[in-house]
């Protein structure tokens, strides 16, 4: 009985841990300061009479549909080259297509950054100011909501690639401690160190 239960303790230990890299206070604050940077902009612009009250919901609505246009890129390119690696590398085989894997595994962790500065400091705070600008009754605020639950989708759709990335098997395993510890920095660091250098 004993063991039966220390198990699940150990997963939920595991679970909350993940919760907690998950939900970054740094990132809070970052969507925060954002805000009131944005609303302090605003503020200024409309009191200096260079943004009409009735075009602001307009102009945040389309700084809000380029930034998601650009994170729909992101998703969308990241998918297909991973998924073109996945078809031609099924497992890792020699040292050539390990390095191909790190050189396209921090690619997109490149890319992946660039996506979540995008969403912490435009598309969260554009989407605030939006709801609150309509009064949280407008049709921006309905297009809003469709885009960002488009974009947790292909969010989603993405990370399962990625997730195949981190699963692969190693055919010759003296690459394989390489390989894990890639893998073991791709999950728990924002700003892996792939060490692309063979010297490294």
Not at 59 to 88: M, N, P
Not at 95 to 106: A, E
């Amino acid at each position: 009985m004993n063991n039966d239960t220390s198990v699940p303790e150990e997963e939920s230990d595991e679970t909350s841990k993940n919760l907690t890299i998950v939900i970054d206070p740094v990132a809070i604050l970052k969507v925060v300061i954002c805000f009131f940077c944005y609303v302090a902009l605003i503020s200024y612009l409309r009191s200096h009479n260079l943004l009409k009250a009735e075009l602001t919901s307009s102009v945040l609505l389309g700084i809000f549909l380029v930034t998601i246009a650009a994170q729909y890129f992101i998703f969308i390119s990241s998918k297909r080259k991973l998924d073109a690696y996945l078809r031609t590398n099924p497992v890792i085989q020699d040292q050539d297509s390990l390095m191909q894997w790190k050189t396209i595994s921090q690619t997109h962790n490149q890319w992946e950054r660039i996506g979540v500065k995008l969403l912490f400091g435009l598309l969260l705070p554009m989407s605030l100011l939006i709801c609150i600008s309509s009064g949280f009754k407008s049709l921006n605020m309905a297009i809003v909501g469709v885009f960002l639950l488009l974009d947790l989708v292909l969010n989603v759709w993405t990370s399962s690639s990625q997730n195949k990335m981190e699963q692969l098997e190693c055919s010759d395993e003296s690459l394989k401690p390489e390989y894990q510890r890639a893998c073991d920095e791709w999950q728990h660091r924002l700003a892996p160190d792939f060490k692309i250098d063979p010297g490294q």
